[in-house]
């Protein structure tokens, strides 16, 4: 069997090594950038592994998923942590009740964590529009309201939380508890001792697989390439382009990343420090954390949300109603099509963690 994948991101990756290891099967893996990897890819600044396009955190519930990434590399057992600036104080997202008692006086600190752990118990997650429908919490659910998701909102995906899906508040919940963690519900954490690239570089050391960078899909008959000639043909890219937009564009969010080298130790206290109201950044990634690395320097990067633009790199599908009506036409167009697969965030338009993207990939595997 002969296969095109499209895409050297996480799931193409994960495709291309299943499909040569298990199966013994021929693979032409083409990506329209220089390096392996998607937006997951990592490079050496001085020693310090930076994160090339934001911060990206493994992190899983699944035992499958944790058992196949870290067949490629040991796994440096990194927690990640979050902190914001809220009224010009450091404390964790999401807003838990260590961040209550460092916001509000103590003694209302106290009555909050009682009304919440009576109406909700100890250790929920509770999505931002669940607590404001409770109106013995309207105080602090309109303070969290304002302080940590609403102006936030409004820079990363340009509209009022209202208008997205509601998993979107369910990815950042409010925790009735004192784990300050992102992600306390997942057992599986860290990032590749060697990084993410190095990690990629050993999924696809076998030789039925061939690598072309720097390669557009739509490049691919002028190099004397007949995608038709392929038995299997696995898209990661924008489902959208692949149709030459007969239905119109999709809608994206992007980034515009400013990376620099700082000649002192340290520039903040933590990897990762969101700024929800403040700045038209919403976070600056400070990379030496994600390892612990020992320096006399320092990496960050501001992160600036942006509009996408043709041209511009696509980094997340929108989470609107309307976004999901106008990809049902794209989707309904695909399942015309025989033997070619629409994988990732942009050929399936889904806002994937990178767990996810293993899943899913794993699970078209496992179908084929």
Not at 8 to 28: K, W
Not at 55 to 67: L, M, N, Q, R, Y
Not at 114 to 122: E, Q, V
Not at 204 to 218: D, Y
Request: overall charge neutral; some cysteine.
């Amino acid at each position: 069997m002969r296969n095109l994948i499209v895409g050297a991101g996480l799931s193409g990756l994960v495709l291309a090594e299943r499909l040569a290891n298990d199966r013994g099967e021929e693979v032409l893996l083409i990506d329209r950038r220089d390096h392996i990897g998607g937006n997951c890819a990592d490079k050496d600044w001085g020693g310090i592994l930076v994160h090339s396009y934001g911060a990206h955190i493994f992190h899983t519930k699944s035992p499958k998923v944790w058992e196949y990434i870290t067949r490629f590399s040991l796994f440096y057992p990194y927690m990640h942590k979050v902190f914001g600036l809220v009224q010009g104080q450091l404390v964790p997202v999401p807003f838990n009740l260590n961040a209550l008692y460092a916001i509000f006086p103590h003694a209302l600190a106290k009555e909050l964590e009682s009304t919440l752990l009576r109406t909700f118990g100890f250790g929920s997650r509770v999505s931002i529009l669940e607590l404001r429908k409770h109106k013995e919490l309207e105080m602090i659910a309109e303070f969290i309201y304002e302080n940590i998701f609403y102006h936030y909102t409004l820079k990363q995906w340009q509209c009022r939380p209202e208008e997205l899906d509601p998993s979107v508040f369910a990815r950042v919940p409010i925790l009735i508890a004192k784990d300050d963690r992102y992600f306390p519900a997942d057992p599986y954490q860290g990032i590749p001792l060697e990084g993410y690239s190095a990690a990629f570089a050993k999924m696809i050391t076998n030789k039925r697989i061939e690598v072309r960078l720097g390669v557009e899909f739509s490049e691919l008959g002028s190099r004397g390439i007949d995608v038709g000639a392929f038995d299997r043909v696995f898209y990661s890219g924008a489902i959208d382009e692949y149709f030459s937009y007969k239905f119109g564009e999709l809608p994206y969010r992007s980034l515009e990343l400013k990376t620099l080298r700082l000649e002192r130790e340290y520039f903040g206290s933590n990897s990762v420090i969101n700024y929800p109201k403040n700045y038209d950044f919403t976070r600056i990634i400070e990379h030496k954390y994600f390892l612990d690395t020992k320096s006399p320097h320092t990496i960050i990067t501001y992160e600036y949300p942006k509009k996408w633009q043709l041209g511009d790199e696509r980094y997340y599908p929108m989470p609107t109603q309307a976004a999901k009506a106008a990809y049902e036409a794209y989707a309904n167009e695909a399942k015309s099509l025989k033997n070619v697969f629409f994988i990732g965030r942009l050929g399936a338009y889904q806002y994937y963690d990178m767990d996810k993207a293993i899943e899913a990939a794993l699970n078209l595997y496992a179908s084929l």
